[in-house]
């Protein structure tokens, strides 16, 4: 072999195919791989609610066959959240695994410039409170629950941002040309990006797929936003009710309208941000680096081990 590592983590297995698990396992590489999604139990895409399961499609029952016997070759797998680890070992995936550890996603931030950013938002004394949602433009995503919540509530102190790209950015449209409260500025990145979620004050993530993660709430916590979010998957595990923003049960418009309407007062959303600010500390890179370093140093004593023993 011309490249000898010590380990191989993989996360998304799409352009190198699982077999890369078993190619390690030959030549006694110890493995890690991240879960991201559930692709490897689910082909067809995104875990929703409430949750479905096709017993009598052959096609999903041999997808899920073939990549849980194949998982058996991995030495540790981490998740971002327990939820969905939990899925998969209770499917009986990893099996083989030395260990199995929740290890959430990471975002890079500035402290100094993340500090300045909470104060401006905590002594904002605008009269508007601007709701924002970003990302995919699709009904896993919640934002057709989003519009209709948002278009019932009769307030013209409260605005509703949008930023992003996907199938129902015609429905989003019609309800831009209704209620002059909705903004729509297709998909942003970069700068105009953040300047958008440093201009909104709450962050809203009304997913009804079960997301893995959520890192769109690490992003809200970032730019100084208390974020609501569905209680599935690991929205739950990285929002923390009344506190970092409010869970609310998944699609379900009533629930998300009552939520709006909680939050649009500014000394609750004040108060939230002492809360989130705190919580931005557990989602720094160098959290996620000391313990993905822990469970490689744990791989790599192990595997020394096991050679000298053999």
């Known amino acids: ?68 016997k194949v998982t058996q ?30 290890i959430f996603n990471a975002i890079d931030y500035n402290h100094e410039i993340v500090d300045r950013w909470y104060q401006l938002k905590i ?9 924002v949602y970003l990302g995919t433009l699709g009904e896993h995503k919640g934002v057709h629950l989003l519009l209709e919540a948002f278009n019932k509530i009769k307030d013209d102190k409260i605005e509703l941002h949008i930023a992003g ?11 831009v040309g209704k209620d002059h409260r909705i903004k729509f500025y297709g998909f942003l990145q970069g700068n105009d990006l953040q300047e958008l979620l440093l201009e909104c004050n709450v962050l809203v993530a009304p997913s009804i797929w079960f ?30 009710n009344n506190k970092t923003g409010l869970l609310i049960e998944p699609n379900n418009v009533e629930a998300l309208h009552k939520a709006i309407n909680t939050i649009k007062d500014k000394s609750t959303i004040r108060e939230m941000l002492e809360f989130s600010r705190a ?16 469970v ?15």
Not at 124 to 130: A, R
Not at 298 to 310: D, M, Q, V, Y
């Open 211 to 240: 997301e893995p993660f959520g890192r769109v709430v690490i992003d809200g916590y970032k730019h100084a936003l208390p974020v609501i979010g569905s209680s599935t998957g690991g929205l739950k595990e990285i929002i923390k």
């Open 165 to 175: 790209k996907g199938d129902l950015q015609k429905l989003v449209e019609e309800y």
């Open 1 to 68: 072999m011309k490249i000898k590592p010590d380990i191989v983590h993989s996360n998304n297995t799409y352009g190198i195919s699982p077999i890369i698990w078993k190619v390690a396992k030959k030549f006694n590489i110890p493995t890690v791989h991240t879960l991201r999604d559930y692709y490897l139990m689910y082909p067809f895409g995104n875990l929703t609610y409430p949750e479905t399961n096709n017993k009598f499609n052959i096609y999903e029952l041999t997808h899920k066959k073939i990549h849980r």
């Open 73 to 102: 070759k991995v030495d540790y797998v981490t998740a971002p959240s327990s939820f969905t680890l939990e899925k998969f070992i209770s499917n009986k995936f990893f099996t083989h695994c030395l260990d199995k550890e929740v």
């Open 123 to 131: 002594n904002n004394e605008d009269d508007i409170t601007k709701f």
């Open 296 to 310: 490689y140093n744990k791989l790599c004593a192990t595997n020394s081990k096991n050679r000298k023993e053999n």
């Open 279 to 294: 919580e931005l500390n557990i989602f720094s890179i160098e959290e996620q680096v000391n313990r993905f370093e822990s």
